[in-house]
């Protein structure tokens, strides 16, 4: 009965209150790995992001931090959406979502506060390997639904791919008349 009451007492911040904390804030990019600056409509921008995966199995978990920043006071909430193509550029991972799992939508952000938003993608099993693939990230409006443009630094219109990533795996080979020893 103890050991009852005691998890009982102890699971309201020890297991319920991280589920739904903020994502974390920032003053400033310092801190950021991998900046990359790609500017969504003059709304927010890219700053950077965290992958500790450089090579992953068709199957697998992807994890992935993004680093926003809010240019301006942003009057609608926008959606986050990550995906993954393979070499040929099919989408073999993706992920639209709210960011800060939800709890804090884009209308909350502060001009100038950069946040780290967390994200895990499965690759589909299903997907082409080996193989270099790409991740890509951005934002968009679900009514209508469009993509926010991305732009570069220098204002060029780009392509939101942020990493590059190896599908790893054994390539499907058939052979043909294969020989057999024994």
Not at 13 to 39: C, M
Not at 142 to 158: D, H
């Amino acid at each position: 009965a103890l050991m009852l009451l005691t998890f009982s007492a102890l699971a309201p911040w020890t297991l319920i209150a991280p589920t739904y904390s903020l994502p974390v804030r920032y003053a400033d990019e310092s801190a950021i790995p991998n900046l990359t600056h790609i500017d969504f409509d003059g709304q927010a921008e890219l700053v950077g992001y965290s992958l500790p995966q450089k090579s992953i199995l068709p199957g697998q978990d992807l994890d992935l931090t993004v680093y926003w920043r809010a240019l301006t006071v942003m009057s609608e909430d926008f959606s986050v959406y990550v995906r993954v193509l393979d070499a040929d550029g099919d989408v073999v991972a993706r992920w639209d979502a709210f960011p800060g799992a939800g709890l804090y939508p884009t209308r909350l952000w502060q001009p100038g506060e950069v946040i780290a938003d967390q994200y895990r993608v499965r690759v589909s099993p299903d997907a082409r390997s080996p193989g270099v693939g790409s991740v890509l990230v951005g934002l968009f409006r679900r009514v209508p639904n469009e993509n926010l443009v991305a732009r570069s630094p220098q204002g060029a219109e780009v392509t939101p791919i942020i990493a590059r990533i190896k599908i790893a795996g054994t390539p499907d080979v058939q052979i043909e008349n294969p020989v057999l020893f024994g």
